[in-house]
């Protein structure tokens, strides 16, 4: 009988990398320190007992309902002439605020990195697993000699459902194709990362590229893996995985990132200060990478098709972004996700793609 084979996946941030925990932070909820450019984040069972107990009630409510441009909890510990790390438990952890809030400046909103219930970050098998999975029916469609149809409404939110069903439903184990029991996607399984520390974190703002190279700049940052840390994953494929065997799943990665490089970035102006991407053995994980390597419109089809179609599908979802216009700027969706952060301290700073991962695939060998 033949047993389940454990690979051990490392990922390897090639840009930053960001997994939202659904949650932000706001300008009043965490300090700022422009001497040390970090952020930390804080307690708040610990600032109300504080405050309560020093009997700050009424000064930190006038505070935080003032109209002051500059309302923000650092400035209050100032004016109060208290230095917050020296207040127990306060302080729960700090991240590098990179070049996302600058010198000085405003604050803003700090989406935050997923973490697990000691409040590390990790890398959830999940996210890596739906990553996966649009890697593999990218390469399905590719590799098929159909020329694959797309959705003739819209609308049509089963669409993909349907390619699914096709491609990937292939276990037979119940009747009805539909059924998640017979994906073969139900034959592998992904463990979530170890915990990582929080000095692996990163405050990165967004920044979206168009196809002529103007920038457009939000006033979000997110917590996200900084480019070069590291994380380990367990990826287990059960005999049912049948042909889909590691060499079929790191050939699919591998072609991957040359595809996404000439059917989509290379629609797109280099930015100035651009950051040597390369896109071998990679695959986009997280949010804000795009559109694009989520989806599997364009793999395996015409591509003024597919283009045509993305187009619609954009504009009927997002008609203020004028993606009625694609076709004739000859991409759609017609952003590229950026970000810009520090290639290392006292580096220069660069642009790179959100979410931009390498992966390393090695057989675990079971001791004799």
């Excluded at 930053?16 to 984040?41: A, M």
């Excluded at 002439?81 to 010198?103: C, F, H, M, Q, S």
């Excluded at 000691?118 to 469609?141: C, E, H, N, Q, V």
């Excluded at 520390?197 to 405050?203: E, G, Q, V």
């Amino acid at each position: 009988m033949n047993a389940p084979k454990n690979y051990k996946i490392t990922l390897t941030a090639a840009s930053p990398l960001f997994i939202g925990s659904g949650q932000s932070y706001y300008k009043n909820e965490y300090l700022y320190d422009n001497r040390t450019r970090k952020i930390s984040v804080i307690n708040q069972e610990a600032l109300l007992g504080w405050i309560v107990a020093k009997n700050k009630t009424q000064a930190f409510e006038s505070f935080m309902l003032s109209n002051r441009t500059d309302c923000y909890l650092s400035k209050f510990f100032d004016e109060m002439r208290i230095r917050p790390e020296n207040i127990p438990g306060l302080i729960t952890y700090t991240v590098d605020a990179g070049v996302a809030i600058k010198k000085k400046g405003v604050l803003m909103e700090i989406k935050t990195f997923i973490k697990n219930a000691d409040g590390r970050p990790y890398i959830p098998g999940s996210s890596f697993k739906g990553a996966l999975r649009t890697i593999l029916l990218t390469k399905m469609l590719r590799d098929s000699a159909v020329n694959a149809p797309l959705p003739q409404i819209v609308a049509d939110t089963k669409a993909a459902a349907k390619i699914e069903e096709k491609y990937l439903h292939t276990l037979k184990r119940t009747n009805d194709g539909a059924n998640a029991l017979n994906s073969v996607m139900s034959a592998v399984a992904i463990s979530d990362s170890a915990p990582l520390d929080h000095t692996a974190l990163l405050l990165c703002r967004k920044v979206d590229l168009s196809t002529g190279g103007d920038e457009g700049r939000l006033n979000i940052a997110r917590e996200s893996l900084r480019p070069g840390a590291q994380a380990e994953l367990i990826l287990t494929l059960k005999p049912e995985a049948g042909s889909l065997n590691a060499e079929y799943i790191k050939k699919a990665i591998e072609e991957f990132g040359h595809y996404y490089r000439k059917t989509y970035v290379e629609k797109f102006k280099t930015p100035k200060e651009a950051a040597e991407n390369d896109f071998t053995n990679c695959i986009f994980l997280g949010g804000g990478s795009g559109y694009f390597s989520k989806n599997i419109l364009y793999p395996g089809r015409d591509f003024e098709r597919a283009l045509e179609t993305t187009a619609s599908i954009m504009h009927s979802r997002y008609s203020k972004h004028k993606h009625d216009q694609d076709r004739d700027r000859g991409i759609s969706p017609h952003t590229l996700k950026y970000t810009e952060y520090q290639e290392h301290e006292g580096g220069r700073i660069v642009k790179g793609q959100m979410g931009l991962c390498r992966v390393e695939m090695t057989e675990i060998k079971e001791r004799a």
